[in-house]
């Protein structure tokens, strides 16, 4: 198992930037697809990005495509979410979450992810 600590949450302007990170615990780190996720209270939690096993692939949803961008550095167990132009519908509890999947393909649902960690507060104010 692994398990998951998220930081870098906070208060910004419309159009300003953050970069979330996500501290992970477990010597099987790299054998895990990440994954960030988003939720607004009583809404479903929804997909923001994903990195393979080797941080060479990564997919995003279209709502945040060209201005978010996912990393990971598997030698310190961390990986992060770099948030530009930020716009105040991305308020929200993110989430980072690890997912076993034997392919290293990160997926966009939440049933493809194993663990999660307690999230992070972004609130972007207009």
């Known amino acids: 198992q692994v398990q998951l600590v998220e930081s870098g949450g906070g208060l910004v302007q419309a159009g300003g930037s953050l970069r979330l990170s996500c501290t992970a615990s477990?010597?099987?780190?790299?054998?895990?697809?990440m994954g960030w996720f988003r939720q607004t209270p009583g809404k479903e939690r929804e997909f923001v990005g994903g990195?393979?096993?080797?941080?060479?692939?990564?997919n995003y949803a279209d709502s945040v495509k060209g201005r978010f961008t996912i990393s990971r550095d598997n030698a310190k167990n961390m990986v992060y979410l770099q948030m530009n132009s930020l716009k105040p519908e991305d308020t929200a509890v993110y989430y980072c979450?690890?997912?076993?999947?034997?392919?290293?393909?990160?997926?966009?649902?939440?049933?493809?992810?194993?663990?999660w960690g307690q999230g992070t507060q972004v609130t972007v104010s207009s």
């Open positions: 477990g010597r099987t780190f790299s054998s895990y697809v």
């Open positions: 979450a690890a997912g076993s999947n034997p392919l290293g393909v990160p997926l966009t649902s939440t049933a493809g992810y194993n663990y």
């Open positions: 990195i393979s096993w080797s941080g060479r692939g990564t």
